[in-house]
């Protein structure tokens, strides 16, 4: 991972890559004028070069020119007075820039921070962009590490400083749910999940943790939680980590989604697509490490995050289709598909967060497979029983660039769940493809208090790229929604 640094002095060092950006225009790339001017001499260099190649400055298009230790160009697309640069274009270049330096010892990011937004957007998009996982490879095969030095030129060091600051709090939070996502199911399960908390947040006097074992969790009536988890030699947990803030007049809660793999249990997966399971606790770590950067940053709002975390596996002590549960708020659930047990693990966090009476909800949860045909596979979608608290997620999504979009959740969303045995069933009984993103919002809706606003957020489509690298995500976790949340705090706390 790279050393990130602001800097005001244009000065290349040997082995130092240059990067710059591209504006794209009818007369060929155009090349934008960094924070420090460069010398004219330089400019014109890398003008009469960049005329040879096929390059026009298209958004984050690279190529590689071979001046002096290197010049690395990156497009930012069509810029013009109805058009001005987005940050999110700036931060997905910066990234696409930093991920092609592979190898290389160190580089300066020149390019347009003419404002501590812009610094911003670099300096995170270096960070994630740069991002590698490596942890589990044998120290031979590390010698394809990243960029180790990231220089971002500003022109003035004082006037960047918090934005560059916020930027790295924010982009270590981001990593930390990469890595967490990243991390094998044989070394990340409810337990070990719980031990990085317990050892990640030093005691102060802002934090309580509270994680609740097997038996706390049994004693107390976390049904459903324990009925997803009695399948697997890996016990369940429910972490709820508070950060308390003086003065604060808001409270948050943010529930996740904490399955440290979900094989489907008795109502198994396809094999194929199962390796990705280990991802499932990816709105866990979202909420954990949302908390983390909202302390860093030291906001002044009180958020407890809730992390709700089981292995879902078949064996023969596993749940059956049609197995009920009681949960902690005391409705009962018939389990008809062992496979839909994030919803489960979820109705007894959201009632246990519900009782903190917090002013919001958020929960975070790779929920549904159906969110990705509905949306695609970089795009999350947000529901909620209220349109203003949904509009407000949507809205700090659109801010950070992160891809988020608002749905509803419909009232035969809900009657499809209707159970003859139980409270609410699980699944519908006939099983039944269509919108079942929203079948999944209206079974959560179920234990949530209709007066408390709440915001379902299904990240199953972006929390994990099966792909290609695209902007400031490689393959792997993401860590998508850290940053909405981040951003949504700042705007709530005060
Ligand atoms: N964890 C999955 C959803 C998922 C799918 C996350 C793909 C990430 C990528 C979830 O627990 C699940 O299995 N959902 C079922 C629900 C169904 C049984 C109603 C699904 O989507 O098939
Ligand atoms: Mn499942
Ligand atoms: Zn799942």
């Known amino acids: 991972m790279p050393i990130t640094r602001l800097t005001d002095s244009k000065n290349i060092s040997t082995d130092e890559v240059l990067v710059v950006g591209f504006a794209q225009s009818d007369n060929g790339p155009e090349l934008l004028e960094a924070a420090v001017a460069l010398e004219a001499a330089t400019k014109t260099e890398i003008n009469e070069a960049i005329k040879l190649l096929n390059f026009a400055g298209k958004k984050s298009e690279i190529t590689f020119l071979t001046i002096k230790s290197g010049i690395l160009c990156v497009g930012l697309g069509k810029i013009s007075k109805t058009q001005p640069l987005e940050m999110e274009t700036l931060r997905r270049a910066a990234a696409v820039a930093a991920r092609s330096l592979v190898g290389k010892k160190s580089a300066l990011f020149a390019l347009p921070t003419q404002t501590t937004v812009a610094t911003q957007a670099v300096a995170v998009g270096v960070e994630l962009g740069a991002y590698t996982f490596t942890e589990f490879k044998t120290k031979n095969e590390k010698n394809n590490e990243s960029l180790k030095q990231a220089n971002i030129l500003v022109q003035d060091l004082f006037i960047n400083k918090a934005s560059f600051e916020e930027a790295q709090i924010i982009a270590e939070s981001v990593k930390n749910v990469r890595n967490l996502v990243n991390t094998p199911p044989s070394h990340m399960y409810p337990e070990t999940f719980a031990n990085y908390v317990k050892k990640s947040f030093k005691k102060n006097s802002k934090l309580t943790l509270e994680v609740l074992d097997e038996r706390a969790l049994k004693r107390q009536g976390y049904g459903a939680i324990i009925g997803v988890g009695q399948g697997s030699i890996n016990p369940p947990r429910l972490i709820r980590l508070a950060y308390k803030s003086r003065g604060a007049k808001f409270h948050l809660a943010l529930v996740g989604k904490g399955i440290t793999f979900d094989t489907g249990g008795i109502s198994l997966k ?31 709002i009180n958020v407890t995050a809730y992390a709700a975390l089981a292995e879902n596996m078949p064996s023969a002590s596993a749940q059956r289709p049609s197995d009920v549960v009681t949960t902690y708020g005391g409705k009962t659930i018939e389990v008809l598909n062992t496979d839909a047990e994030g919803r489960l693990v979820l109705a007894d966090a959201l009632a246990r967060a519900q009782e903190d009476k917090p002013d919001l909800i958020i929960d975070l949860a790779t929920l549904t497979g159906a969110a990705t045909v509905a949306l695609g596979s970089r795009t999350a979608g947000i529901m909620s029983n209220k349109d203003e608290a949904r509009d407000q997620v949507f809205a700090s999504a659109k801010e950070t660039g992160e891809s988020m979009w608002p749905m509803q959740i419909p009232e035969e969303s809900r009657t499809i769940l209707d159970s003859k045995t139980a409270d609410i069933a699980n699944v519908g009984f006939t099983p039944n493809p269509a919108g079942g993103m929203m079948v999944g919002a209206a079974f959560l809706n179920e234990f949530v208090d209709e007066k408390t606003p709440w915001v379902h957020i299904d990240i199953a489509p972006p929390a994990f790229n099966e792909g290609a690298p695209y902007g400031y995500n490689g393959f792997g976790g993401t860590g998508v929604g850290v940053r909405t949340l981040v951003h949504l705090a700042q705007k709530l706390s005060g």
């Open 270 to 300: 396809p094999p194929a697509s199962m390796h990705t399971m280990k991802c499932d606790m990816a709105g866990a770590a979202t909420v954990i490490e949302a908390l983390r950067a909202i302390m860093n940053l030291d906001l002044k």
